[in-house]
């Protein structure tokens, strides 16, 4: 039983991750997978594959890469959003172990599409406001924010636990609705 939460957990927090950057944790999957470090559910042992590697590394830089381009960043938010729940289904269906197929695939959609769902909506709300206080121009920040959130938040996941990983999550939350909170305030004082 402790395995199967903890294998949720673990799931959770990937799929998190995704709503930062979609490819950024199915890459970090991958190489953990690869190292024997990160325990892949049965059908998703694609995820470990050399093609995978290739196709996973590339969509990442091409992600990454696109976000600083400043009419493209908006158009990626705005389409990223079905994509990340995608992901994250995808990332926590591929650790749930130990859990009967209907029921992991229920916890996938509901937890993992869900938790990537709500980051990817935080993050998009982040990128509102910077869009709105700097023209755009802070966007940037923003973007490396992200990218930055999903490597450590998916390593630390996979390296630290997941329960850590989800208490960082939070915390990092809690930080973005503070500074879209603040940002709100300075901008209406400036109006």
């Known amino acids: 039983m402790e395995q199967t939460i903890l294998s949720l957990c673990l799931g959770v927090g990937l799929a998190a991750a995704c709503g930062f950057r979609i490819f950024v944790p199915l890459l970090v999957m991958n190489l953990a997978a690869r190292a ?29 890469g696109a976000y600083y381009i400043p009419w493209l ?3 990626l938010d705005a389409a990223a959003a079905p994509i990340a729940v995608v992901a994250g289904v995808i990332a926590a269906a591929s650790v749930f172990t130990g859990v009967d197929p209907m029921l992991k695939w229920a916890l996938a959609v509901i937890a993992g599409g869900g938790a990537a769902g709500a980051v990817h909506g935080a993050t998009s709300l982040v990128r509102g406001v910077s869009t709105v206080t700097t ?28 329960l850590l990983a989800l208490g960082l999550l939070a915390v990092a939350l809690l930080l973005a609705v503070r500074w879209v909170r603040s940002r709100r305030t300075v901008a209406a004082a400036t109006a």
Request: net charge negative.
């Open 36 to 64: 024997d470090y990160l325990e892949l559910s049965g059908s998703f042992s694609w995820i470990a594959s050399t093609p995978a590697l290739i196709v996973l590394a590339a969509a990442t830089v091409l992600e990454i």
């Open 73 to 75: 960043d908006h158009v």
């Open 135 to 162: 023209g755009g121009l802070g966007n940037f920040v923003v973007s490396t924010g992200e990218a930055v959130s999903a490597v450590l938040l998916s390593l630390a996941t996979i390296v630290l636990g997941p």
